[in-house]
T-cell receptor, first 115, second 117 residues
Framework: GEDVEQSLFLSVREGDSSVINCTYT??????LYWYKQEPGAGLQLLTY?????DMKQDQRLTVLLNKKDKHLSLRIADTQTGDSAIYFC???????????????FGRGTSLIVHP | GAVVSQHPSWVICKSGTSVKIECRSL??????MFWYRQFPKQSLMLMAT?????????EQGVEKDKFLINHASLTLSTLTVTSAHPEDSSFYIC?????????????FGPGTRLTVT
């Protein structure tokens, strides 16, 4: 199976909270990331969490990390239509590849926000 | 914030021709740049890691003679798709890591849409 798994779609109503879930397989992950990709664009780093943290909050974004279950979630409060995008979860392992630390991405969750 | 640009943003070429895509870090130096390929509805597939002044490290299954990567300076890496075929049509994204910045951050370019006819 894939190293990082996410559900492919999430649909929410504007103003509601969105929760995007991700599971990963390697317990030695050092950093876990959330990226946002808008249509036709590259990836934008939204937030990250270090593996020794359980929670991180940044304005409307809350990241929860359950290391025991290898589960990461991203909660977006008061979701707006501008939040519609693909959200990628990624893990970074402590082992270097080719001299650099490479994050492994999930397949992305398409968040659709409707009025 | 750190900005990575790609040029061109989209390109259409004929089968058998070569296409060069540029990736630039605009306001920081990047000793390491990465090239990804993204298929519709799918995740990013790392193609290669490019270190300034040395040969790129290609991921398994990526043909290094077909996807030529050059990282001649701290702000520029290029990906050349040689003898392109329709199956090479894809969205190519580069990213760069700030040489002096926080090691957990990786900045992505806006991507290049390649269509081979």
């Amino acid at each position: 199976g894939e190293d990082v798994e996410q559900s492919l779609f999430l649909s929410v109503r504007e103003g509601d909270s969105s929760v995007i879930n991700c599971t990963y397989t390697d317990s030695s992950s050092t950093y876990l990331y959330w990226y946002k990709q808008e249509p036709g664009a590259g990836l934008q780093l939204l937030t990250y969490i270090f593996s020794n943290m359980d929670m991180k909050q940044d304005q409307r974004l809350t990241v929860l990390l359950n290391k025991k279950d290898k589960h990461l979630s991203l909660r977006i409060a008061d979701t707006q239509t501008g939040d519609s995008a693909i959200y990628f979860c990624a893990e970074r392992l402590p082992v270097a590849s080719g001299g650099s630390y490479i994050p492994t991405f999930g397949r992305g969750t398409s968040l659709i926000v409707h009025p | 914030g750190a900005v990575v640009s790609q040029h061109p943003s989209w390109v259409i070429c004929k089968s058998g021709t070569s296409v060069k895509i540029e990736c630039r870090s605009l306001d920081f130096q990047a000793t390491t740049m990465f090239w990804y390929r993204q298929f519709p509805k799918q995740s990013l597939m790392l193609m290669a890691t490019s270190n300034e002044g040395s040969k790129a490290t290609y991921e398994q299954g990526v043909e290094k003679d077909k996807f030529l990567i050059n990282h001649a300076s701290l702000t520029l890496s290029t990906l050349t798709v040689t003898s392109a075929h329709p199956e090479d049509s894809s969205f190519y994204i580069c990213s760069a890591r700030d040489s002096w910045g926080r090691t957990y951050e990786q900045y992505f370019g806006p991507g290049t849409r390649l269509t081979v006819t």
